[in-house]
C-alpha cells in the first residue's frame, strides 16, 4: 500500500500514475487523459515537484522522478519526504 504524506491530495496519485504511463505532461494533458482537471493538476504539480515526486521539465511540462516512480512502486513512504508549503 502507498504511504501518501498529510500534504497529499487524493488525486496526486493519478496524476503521477498517468505522467509514468504517457511520460512527460503538461496539467491539460492530464485531464485529457481522464485525470483531475487542468486547473487542479496546475496547482497541485508544483507542489509534487517541490516533494521530489515530480520533475519540471519545461514551464507547465512535468516529468516522474526516481523518487515518484518508488512511491508509485511502494518503496518509498512519502511522508519521509520534505513538507511541502499547501
Given at each position: ?28 494533458a492530464i485531464e485529457d ?54
Open positions: 500500500m502507498r504511504k501518501p504524506a498529510d500534504w497529499m491530495a487524493p488525486s496526486d496519485d493519478r496524476i503521477l500514475e498517468l505522467i509514468r504511463e504517457f511520460g512527460n505532461l503538461t496539467p491539460t487523459l481522464g485525470g483531475p482537471s487542468a486547473g487542479h493538476a496546475r496547482n497541485r504539480c508544483p507542489k509534487l515537484a517541490e516533494a521530489g515526486l515530480l520533475e519540471r521539465i519545461s514551464r507547465g511540462l512535468y516529468g516522474l522522478t526516481e523518487e515518484g516512480e518508488a512511491y508509485l512502486d511502494e518503496e518509498l513512504d512519502a511522508s519521509e519526504l520534505a513538507p511541502v508549503d499547501e
